[in-house]
Nanobody, 115 residues
């Protein structure tokens, strides 16, 4: 069982919405509650960048996604979400989730925004 599993990507038109999910089946609850979790993205030809992170109830967003993306987590389900609204073509990328201190990258989930 991998340490994390991403899902929820897809293709949408500009202005549309998607919700990404990332489950951490091997992370114990106390660690999940207190550790920083994040969503990164990598667009074609570009470096991977942090889109959003959450530590407890504190959230941080990249300027390019602020007010459009919302990161949240469900401790009971050990799952982190990224709600993406008003998507733009420049949001097209492979999205990866990560847990601070966990040296592992999943396969990511593709998000394509195109008319």
């Amino acid at each position: 069982q991998p340490p994390l599993v991403e899902s929820g990507g897809g293709s949408v038109q500009p202005g549309g919405s998607l919700r990404l999910s990332c489950k951490f089946p091997r992370t114990i609850l106390s660690v999940f509650v207190s550790t920083t979790m994040g969503w990164y993205r990598q667009a074609p030809g570009k470096e991977r960048e942090l889109a959003a992170s959450i530590t407890g109830s504190n959230t941080v967003y990249a300027a390019s996604v602020k007010d459009r993306f919302t990161i949240s987590k469900d401790n009971t389900r050990r799952t982190v979400y990224l709600q993406m609204d008003n998507l733009k073509s420049e949001d097209t990328a492979v999205y990866y989730c990560a847990q601070q201190g966990l040296d592992y990258w999943g396969q990511g989930t593709q998000v394509t925004v195109s008319s």
